[in-house]
């Protein structure tokens, strides 16, 4: 990049900001700094706080924890109560507060029926579902695909069926009750095989790529290091280059899944430390050397995958709270830069980047 480029505000419709629940992980303060330093104009919240988020009240809280910050957030809001998978939550009243979407992220919605009824009332509602594509039964105990570090710790291994199960049961409810239906962070070429040939049929399905799954394969892991466990796990080569083509192809989105943690919870190695990893302030400049110095993905079409595409799931109140919030300008400065983790707003420091040197970095203006 030679020069510095400027685009609406980005939109991540994928992070968790642990507030409530775990403040020493993030709060709503730094969540949404590190989100302005990454150059994004709002963010879409996970519900897995504690308690969940499958109340009114809980989007309120969130909302009002949010106020005053040059970052719109937009809370999300549970698929089932407690995100328990059993019965489904009282979606038209999460709907009236504000949800942007639901989901059950951090879990699968495996009960068909729960799921059926789920997705029926949202398209009443003209809401989009998100699905956390991992199916438990195939997933046992595993902790990471396949690769030479799962055979050389003698580590569980999650198959790409994992994946691909879950997506192929939810196609065939979106297939029945013409729900929007959003697969997040997809991470093996098989579901994203899925995903195409549902959008060729003409469903309302969409899916995101992280910049950790377009960046990493587990071929790369090379040490016990949980700073590259995250769920779905890192997929191998093959997976890699297929979400690459994705993204260029305008199949999938950009999402980061920004999930801090505390060190205390990322330092047990990948067999007990928990699942996630920091992502907030390095998605620009990772998808941006990923995607457009080696792939080759245009400049417009890349920003796209970060605001038009996101904002297509947002509920119509959402969109209509961004559009009143303003996005400002996202700046794009062609500067060469370490990752240097000790400098991050964000609380936690959960990150396989740091030291890494790219390209492009970003900073967000005021929102008008």
């Known amino acids: 990049m030679s020069k510095a480029l400027d685009f609406p505000g980005f939109i991540d419709v994928h992070v968790h900001f642990r507030d409530p629940g775990m403040p020493d992980a993030e709060t709503t303060s730094t969540g949404l700094a590190a989100a302005s330093r990454g150059g994004f104009a709002a963010v879409v919240t996970m519900p ?9 009240e809980s989007i309120n ?9 040059n970052t719109l957030l937009l809370p999300s809001a549970c698929i089932t109560k407690g995100r328990l998978g059993h019965e489904v939550a009282d979606l038209e009243a999460l709907a009236e507060a504000g949800a942007a979407f639901f989901t059950d992220d951090g879990s699968f919605v495996a ?3 729960v799921m059926e009824e789920a997705m029926r009332r949202a398209a009443s509602l003209g809401m989009t579902v998100c699905q956390h594509a991992m199916a438990p039964k195939e997933v046992g105990g595993g902790v990471i695909r396949d690769c030479a570090l799962a055979r050389a710790k003698h580590l569980p291994v999650i198959p790409a069926s994992a994946e691909t199960v879950a ?9 029945v009750t013409g729900c929007r239906l959003h697969i997040q962070h997809i991470s093996t070429a098989e579901g994203v095989s899925l995903v195409r040939d549902a959008q060729k049929e003409g469903l309302p399905l969409s899916a995101e790529a992280t910049p950790h799954h377009l960046l990493l394969s587990c071929d790369d892991i090379q040490a016990d290091d949980a700073n590259y466990k995250m769920a779905p796990p890192l997929g191998n080569r093959e997976d890699r280059a297929e979400l690459r083509r994705a993204v260029k192809d305008g199949v999938l989105m950009f999402a980061t899944d920004h999930a801090p943690h505390p060190a205390r919870t990322k330092t047990l190695g990948f ?3 928990a699942n996630g990893i920091i992502g907030l302030e390095t998605a620009v400049p990772i998808t941006y050397a990923v995607m457009v110095e080696e792939e080759g993905m245009s400049v417009d079409a890349w920003a796209r995958a970060w605001s038009e595409m996101p904002r297509s799931i947002l509920s119509a109140s959402a969109a209509a709270k ?11 400065v062609g500067e060469r830069r370490k990752i240097d983790i000790s400098n991050f707003a964000s609380r936690s420091r959960n990150c396989p980047y740091d030291g890494l040197e790219f390209d492009a970095f970003p900073y967000l203006t005021a929102h008008s």
């Open 167 to 175: 997506i192929r049961r939810d196609i065939s409810i979106c297939r």
């Open 111 to 113: 009960d068909d029926t």
């Open 48 to 56: 897995n706080t504690t308690p969940a988020c499958d109340s009114p």
């Open 271 to 273: 067999a007990a430390s």
């Open 322 to 332: 961004l559009a009143a919030h303003g996005v400002g300008t996202c700046v794009v």
């Open 61 to 69: 809280y969130q909302i009002s924890a949010a106020q005053g910050s």
